[in-house]
């Protein structure tokens, strides 16, 4: 009994690492642990007690004190050590202590969570947990364009690759605020809140200029049925504001199939192949692996729109992945290709994709219309006479304008 207390006790330790905690069942249970023992010290001195008569003859009584008045000592003790505060706000020292006891409150069904973070990757595994369980996701995220630090800012870029991979990445809406990052927190479905703040910390003798963190801070937790009015009150109101200037992470046009020149998926005049499987290979070893996609490319009009690239404000150059001088062919010179993850809405149904961008300066043959985006995707069953086609693009990566 007493080793399944002290497992108990040791998972519960981890799960809140802090020293202050107002649950009555946990004095009851670290009490209880201390009874084991003493009865187990009192079997002990008992038989001691027999084999030496002559040692005390307060031995006995002495052995009762204890078993009465050391459990009740040790829970005085406990109480002076962890203490609740009156509120019922609890500490915990990083994300996961507090994310296990947000797990450990909250219904198997959810309907909606809130986060305000800097680049998300400390929380992803909790929000995957929360998208499991039916919650939609509104993610505020620091846009990596107001950071400074590129480390941080290829960090922060690393957001598409995971969005992907959730649950179920269409519940999950992502805005990205260009204010200072200060407060970091998470509300859920208004029955738990977690605050916390962020802070510029040295790193090492390897990054000498500071970096914020903000997942290894105190973290101060508001669990079920707590009276956090006043606290909710100061993250809801703080979110809304974030959100409301924020700048969302997709940005859709609605566009129409349009025939292109036939040369990306046929063989042509020009090229023993469709162009895009002359190239697959060429793009694989720069680190772009177009080979899940249907080898061709899809045409969407988007005119009187256009899209151009996002740069960055200091080198000039595209921010999404970009491929100089790829010599794939010998019937003209190098090309420059972007590429930039987009979603695709086609008779209701969702399908990833891939913008594919030849850059206009070095693209020798077959010029488009402005208007026209070339995207690779998986093959999608098109019905005659149906060209209407929705088009997500990532807004960190892609620009729109007239």
Known sequence: MGVELLEKLDKFSELVKARRFGVVWVYLSIATLLITATAALSNIFTTLDVLILDFTSNLPSLVSGLILAGPVLAFFMLWIWVRPNDSGILSFEDDQALEQLLEA?????????????????????????????????????????????????????LLEPRWRDYPNPEDVQIRFYKEQASVRGVAVDGKVLGLSWYTYQQRGEAAPEPWLFGHSNLHIGFPCNSSAGTESEFFDNLFNTLWKNAQPMWIEASGRISKGHGVAGSKSEHYSAGTIKLQTEYFREQGVDISPYHPATLNIDISPLRIDLVRDAATGSPVTKTLPDVNWTDNHPPETFSFSDCWLTYREQRYPGLIYYPHPKTKVRHEQNPGIVEVLCTKIPLVEGESNIEIQFNSLEVDLFR
Request: hydrophobic share 40%.
């Open 105 to 157: 409150c909250l219904p198997r069904t959810l309907d909606k969570a809130r986060f305000i973070q800097y680049s998300g990757d400390k929380s992803d595994a909790f929000m995957r947990l929360l998208l499991k369980r039916g919650a939609k996701v509104d993610l505020l995220l620091k846009h990596p364009a107001t950071e400074e630090l590129d480390v941080q800012k290829k960090k922060m870029r």
